[in-house]
C-alpha cells in the first residue's frame, strides 16, 4: 500500500470545483492544478486532438494584461476589451489568479481553463469565470485587485508517457486517467505545482489519484495502471503594478493608487 502525499492547498477543503457553464463551455469537468475545474472534452480526448508544439502560439504579457483590462472593466461597467494580441489560433489554455501579500507570499485566488483547444478570443471570458465563477472561492472584488497576479497558460506539446514515472517535473504537466471497478478516473496538474509543493514525481501522481476522486487503496498495481499524458506550458505572468504601468492610467483610479 502506498500513502499519498497532502494534497495542494485549498481555501476550503469542502468548497465545490468551479465550472462555467455552456454555451462557452461544455459539460464535462476535470480537476485541474490546485483543484480548479477544466471544461471541454474529456482528458484522453483532448490530448489526443492536441496540435504539435510548434503550431501554438506563445504566451505573452500582453494576453495576462488583457485579462486584467477584462477584470477593470467588468468593474468600471465597460464592455469586454478588445485584445491586441492575435486571437486566430485556438489553443488548450488556463487563466490563474493569484493573491500576492506585501511579503511576497501567494495564494491561488482562481483557476480556470480547457484542456482541449479554446480561440484566444475567449480568453477575457477565462478571466472573468476566474475571478467570479470559481466556485470554491467568494466572488473577486474590486479592492482585491491591486494584489493580483494574473498568469496565462497556453498548453502544448502533448505525448503519452511509458509510464507514470516518465516525465520531467518543473518541465510537464501531467494528465492522467484510469479505472477502477469500470468507474474512469482523471486529473491534471500544469507544469508549475509539482515544484511549488515540492513534490517529486511519484508525490505528484499519488496527489493527482486524490484530486481525480479516488479514495481506495493505491497499490503498486495500480501506479501501474495510472495511463499518463504530458505536455507543456507557454506560460506568461503579470503583477497588477506592471499591468497598470503598461496601460498608462487606463485602470480605475481607485486602483491606481494601491499600485503605486
Do not use: N
Not at 477584470?71 to 489568479?97: E, K, Y
Amino acid at each position: 500500500v502506498v500513502s499519498a502525499p497532502r494534497d495542494a492547498p485549498r481555501p476550503s477543503p469542502a468548497a465545490p470545483c468551479a465550472l462555467r457553464p455552456a454555451p462557452l463551455l461544455a459539460t464535462v469537468g476535470s480537476t485541474l492544478g490546485h483543484g480548479a475545474w477544466a471544461d471541454g472534452a474529456p482528458m484522453a480526448a483532448a490530448s489526443a486532438a492536441a496540435p504539435a508544439a510548434e503550431e501554438y502560439p506563445a504566451a505573452e504579457a500582453e494576453m495576462a494584461a488583457h485579462c486584467f483590462d477584462a477584470l477593470v472593466d467588468h468593474f468600471r461597467g465597460r464592455p469586454p476589451p478588445q485584445p491586441r494580441f492575435d486571437t486566430s489560433p485556438t489553443v488548450p489554455l488556463f487563466v490563474t489568479l493569484s493573491t500576492v501579500s506585501e511579503t511576497g507570499a501567494r495564494s491561488l485566488r482562481g483557476c480556470i481553463g480547457s484542456l482541449s483547444p479554446r480561440p484566444l478570443s475567449e480568453l477575457s471570458s477565462y478571466a472573468h469565470s476566474s475571478a467570479f465563477r470559481d466556485r470554491r472561492f467568494s466572488p473577486l472584488e474590486e479592492h482585491e485587485v491591486p494584489s493580483l497576479a494574473i498568469g496565462v497558460s497556453l498548453l502544448v506539446d502533448y505525448r503519452p508517457a511509458a509510464h507514470f514515472l516518465d516525465w520531467e517535473v518543473g518541465t510537464h504537466g501531467v494528465i492522467i486517467t484510469f479505472e477502477v471497478r469500470g468507474r474512469s478516473y482523471s486529473a491534471t496538474y500544469l507544469p508549475e505545482v509539482a515544484p511549488e509543493q515540492g513534490w517529486d514525481q511519484r508525490e505528484a501522481i499519488l496527489s493527482l489519484v486524490r484530486k481525480a476522486g479516488y479514495r481506495g487503496t493505491v497499490d503498486e498495481a495500480l501506479l501501474a495502471s495510472i495511463r499518463v499524458t504530458t505536455y507543456r506550458s507557454s506560460k506568461t505572468e503579470l503583477s497588477y503594478a506592471e499591468y497598470a504601468a503598461s496601460r498608462a492610467g487606463r485602470a480605475p483610479g481607485a486602483l491606481d493608487k494601491e499600485a503605486a
